[in-house]
Nanobody
């Protein structure tokens, strides 16, 4: 069973930065796509950024130019660098990984980490 463990969330003032980490229990290169999602209170979970195995990245319009997704293959870790944070970035952030599983293709989720941006 694949495990994803997020860390790095917290409370930050508007304009500040945070870096989220997601440690995977197997090689990050084994996944087709790695991603970060977020869910604010009363809202649906939304895609923030994803990173394909080949290196292609995609970002939500609301974070383009401020957030950056990357991975460290040696540490089996994916990161989300968040700069110029805004109060509307407040949410629980989830790491996700899609890749081969015994029954086909599976999507795995972390437990989430809270990010709170104060104005």
């Amino acid at each position: 069973q694949v495990q994803l463990v997020e860390s790095g969330g917290g409370l930050v003032q508007a304009g500040g930065s945070l870096r989220l980490s997601c440690a995977a229990s197997r090689s990050v290169l084994s996944f087709n796509v790695l991603g970060w999602y977020r869910q604010a209170p009363g809202k649906q979970r939304e895609l923030v950024a994803n990173l394909a195995r080949g290196g292609l990245t995609d970002y939500a319009d609301s974070v383009t130019g401020r957030f950056s997704i990357s991975r460290d293959n040696a540490k089996n870790t994916v990161y989300l660098q968040m700069n110029s944070l805004k109060p509307e970035d407040t949410a629980v952030y989830y790491c996700a990984a899609q890749g081969p599983a015994p029954t086909g293709i599976a999507t795995y989720w972390g437990q989430g980490t809270q990010v709170t941006v104060s104005s």
